[in-house]
């Protein structure tokens, strides 16, 4: 079999919804070998034009919020709703080990035997530009398999909330009570990007609590600016207990009555177009990084950087000899 037959049959397979098939696409697009490369540019391709469209949300919260526990009942919740959910996650941190969503398997039992759903570990540890890129393509591939719902996770620790936000539809940020009245250190960076802010633990010893949050929150929301992709009474701030299950069926209300004013709107389909073209760019601004870190230019700007810490050369005209030479430089597409 040719390459062309090889991929063709896989994208067929994917389309089909063999979930074999999704995983062998998913670490296909995941590996760093320019051969591997290839052949994954050509499946995202031959599947760019699937006509198949899934709901992408984004979930961020710090470490032991209840992601995980969350991402279990509400995914429980969609597939007895005859839907097909996959889990993708985006794990910032170095120090963990490969993957947080492997480990939190054991959080998502009843999830991880579900036939209509699919669980992916985050991918192997590089910079955040390349896991950002895998993901993305994941949820695409998750996309043209039939998913309806991806559910993509995130710690929050800064950035990568960011990132999962520019490749959602809807961006959904999990708190835990406070125990005071202090808004818990949220940025208002992150904030402001959250559609919906979940305040999880809602039961229990905690629930006044959460209540408490779920007020305050209620009210900061309200002071930021409002925003243009926004129906009345968004953002809003709810109470959840993802170890209860209560407050899920109406978080999922919430994000259905918004995705339809959205679509409505025709601001769901903007945002898609407006954050293709931001990972567009992005992809060239990590594509050219790439290339800096690649011999011959590695060693040219090494060579370069000697010389201006010698005072043999000024830092504009060493920048501008370094630049001058990736100019000529061949295209490599294996970026990052
Ligand atoms: N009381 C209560 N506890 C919860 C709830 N949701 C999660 N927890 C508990 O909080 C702890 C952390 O839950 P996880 O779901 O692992 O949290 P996480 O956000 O995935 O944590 P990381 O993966 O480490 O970032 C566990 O002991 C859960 O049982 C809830 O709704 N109520
Ligand atoms: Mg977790």
């Not at 954050?275 to 290339?291: E, H, P, T, V």
């Amino acid at each position: 079999m040719t390459t062309q037959t090889v991929i063709q049959a896989m994208a067929d397979k994917v389309l089909a919804g063999d979930r074999r098939a999704l995983a062998q696409a998913i670490t296909l697009i995941e590996s760093g070998r320019d051969d591997h490369r290839i052949k994954a540019l050509a499946l995202l391709d031959l599947l760019q034009n699937s006509n198949r469209e899934a709901l992408r949300l984004g979930l961020s919260g710090t470490p032991g919020v209840g992601k995980s526990t969350f991402i279990e009942s509400f995914g429980m919740m969609l597939v007895a709703q005859g839907l097909k959910v996959a889990v993708l996650a985006i794990d910032p941190s170095s120090a963990r080990t490969g993957g947080s969503i492997l480990g939190d398997k054991t959080r998502m039992e009843r999830l991880t035997r579900e036939p209509n759903a699919y669980i992916r570990p985050s991918p192997s540890q590089t910079e955040l530009g390349g896991v950002a890129r895998r993901t993305r393509e994941a949820a695409m591939l998750c996309e043209a398999a039939g998913y309806d719902i991806i559910l993509i996770e995130t710690v929050g620790v800064g950035q990568s909330e960011t990132v999962v936000a520019q490749m959602c539809d809807v961006f959904t940020l999990l708190l835990a009570p406070a125990g005071g009245d202090e808004l818990q250190g949220v940025k208002r960076g992150i904030m402001e990007m959250a559609d919906l802010i979940l305040i999880n633990k809602a039961d229990g010893d905690l629930a006044a609590a959460a209540q408490r949050t779920c007020a305050d929150y209620a009210g900061a929301l309200h002071l930021l600016r409002k925003r243009a992709q926004d129906p009345d009474g968004f953002p809003k701030a709810a109470c959840v207990s993802a170890l209860q299950d209560t407050g899920l069926p109406e978080a999922w209300e919430d994000i259905q009555h918004l995705v339809t004013w959205r679509k409505s709107q025709g601001l769901f389909v903007k945002t898609r177009a407006d954050q293709a073209r931001y990972w567009f760019a992005q992809d060239i601004r990590n594509g050219f990084l790439a290339q800096l870190e690649r011999d011959p230019y590695k060693q040219k700007i090494i060579d370069l950087a000697e010389k201006v810490g010698q005072g043999d050369m000024s830092p504009s005209r060493a920048a501008q000899l370094a630049l001058a030479s990736l100019r000529s430089a061949p295209i490599n597409d294996a970026n990052t």
